[in-house]
């Protein structure tokens, strides 16, 4: 194994564009079971099959809490060292949690290999996606805000070795150096975010006599989909996580009622919050809207746990308490999944009303089972929208007569 790799080449930083092998590494503390841990495994396998990467192996170890140096016990590091060592082809470590600067060089330097935490994952599938110049510029200013506590530990081959004259300051001053463009690189990227987030106000109050409706959901329960087959559109959709990352709005009229439908970026677990910081200004789209249809994959096994993930993450946004409609999606993948031929019509309909009074109840929503590829229970789907939107215009202009 070539240990020519070194932190800091442009080239070779993230995930390659062509398929690499990767190791997924993951502790089980005493917060964790290890099912919540096998899922969010599950959940980081997709991150790097999205990002191009072919899992070979996953690790996982019962700890108290992370080994502050390397993240897992030595005896582990040793035995993921043999296999990196017997399988040259494994070219990443990707772990599932976010590592310091000393952690990550620590682990560079023993393994030989690239070092991924779950952070830099995400930050660099966002960065392949970015299409906009706001997107472009969240990212980039997210990856610096991630860089800067960092920026020690990345430069440990520049630290003092040995004591005494001439051995002193360089490397310090070098780590200076580099906060201070990094600092002022934020601070530019904020200003030029400032200016792009002032035009994007400008055209939504352009639109603003319209009711807006805004997709949401967990990243890859189809709200792409579903946008293209309510407006109509192109929407770029894909099997595969943040598929969509630039909001795209688009104007959708019913039986004479004009609104606009937007689609928005995808949550998930551990989002890294200075993405989240980053992302506030794309998702004004989903603050400023008057209705939002909250897209869940039923079929997914913890479609629970990412509704409730959207849910928390709509509060730290500032959204929450909007009209919403929940539509679970793919229940076409859902029925194959967990229904057979012994189960009656009756019981297939217990199972489903259970789902929804469920969640119709503890969040006070209205809700509907659909299958965006198939176009299933869409008449059904229109209904209820065109009279929650109808709802929304009688509100917001209660003394005009309109068409619809």
């Not at 990443?92 to 682990?107: E, H, M, P, R």
Request: net charge negative; hydrophobic share 40%; with cysteine.
């Amino acid at each position: 194994m070539s240990d020519a790799w070194k932190v800091g080449k442009k080239e070779i930083s993230g995930i390659a564009k062509s398929h690499e092998t990767c190791i997924l590494v993951a502790a089980i503390t005493e917060k964790d079971t290890e099912t919540e841990v096998m899922e969010h495994l599950d959940e980081l396998e997709f991150l790097a099959t999205t990002a191009g990467a072919i899992t070979a192996k996953v690790y996982t170890q019962r700890i108290k809490h992370p080994n502050v140096k390397s993240y897992v016990g030595p005896g582990k590091l040793d035995e993921i060292k043999e296999y990196i060592q017997a399988n040259e082809d494994v070219t990443v470590v990707i772990i599932d949690a976010d590592l310091t600067g000393k952690q990550n060089s620590y682990l560079e330097e023993y393994l030989k290999v690239k070092i991924v935490d779950r952070s830099t994952l995400i930050l660099d599938i966002f960065a392949e996606r970015a299409q906009t110049a706001q997107a472009k510029t969240q990212v980039e200013l997210a990856q610096m805000q991630y860089l800067l506590p960092r920026l020690r530990g990345l430069w440990t081959h520049l630290e003092r070795q040995r004591g005494g004259i001439g051995m002193r300051g360089p490397g310090e001053m070098e780590i200076e150096t580099d906060r201070r463009i990094v600092r002022d690189k934020i601070a530019l990227l904020k200003k030029r975010l400032e200016k792009i987030d002032q035009q994007a106000q400008t055209q939504r109050k352009n639109r603003g006599e319209l009711i807006r409706v805004s997709l949401v959901g967990y990243t890859n329960a189809g709200k792409s989909t579903l946008m293209n087959a309510l407006s109509k559109s192109d929407v770029f959709a894909e099997d595969k996580l943040f598929a969509t990352l630039d909001t795209t709005v688009r104007k959708v009229v019913w039986d004479n009622m004009p609104f606009l439908l937007s689609d928005t970026v995808g949550f998930i677990r551990k989002l890294p919050h200075h993405l989240v910081e980053s992302f506030k200004s794309t998702l004004d789209e989903v603050r400023e809207s008057d209705i939002l249809v909250h897209v869940v994959d039923v079929s997914h096994p913890q479609y629970e746990d990412h509704i409730n993930t959207v849910m928390k993450t709509l509060e730290e946004l500032g959204a929450h308490g909007k009209p919403t409609l929940l539509v679970f999606n793919k229940i076409d993948a859902f029925r194959s999944k967990y229904f057979d031929d012994l189960l009656s019509d009756e019981g297939k309909e217990e199972i489903l009303d259970g789902i929804a009074i469920k969640y119709s109840g503890l969040n006070n929503m209205d809700s509907i089972f659909i299958s965006a590829v198939e176009r299933e229970n869409f008449e059904a789907l229109r209904q209820t929208l065109m009279q929650m939107i109808s709802e929304a215009y009688q509100v917001r202009y209660p003394y005009q007569s309109k068409s619809w």
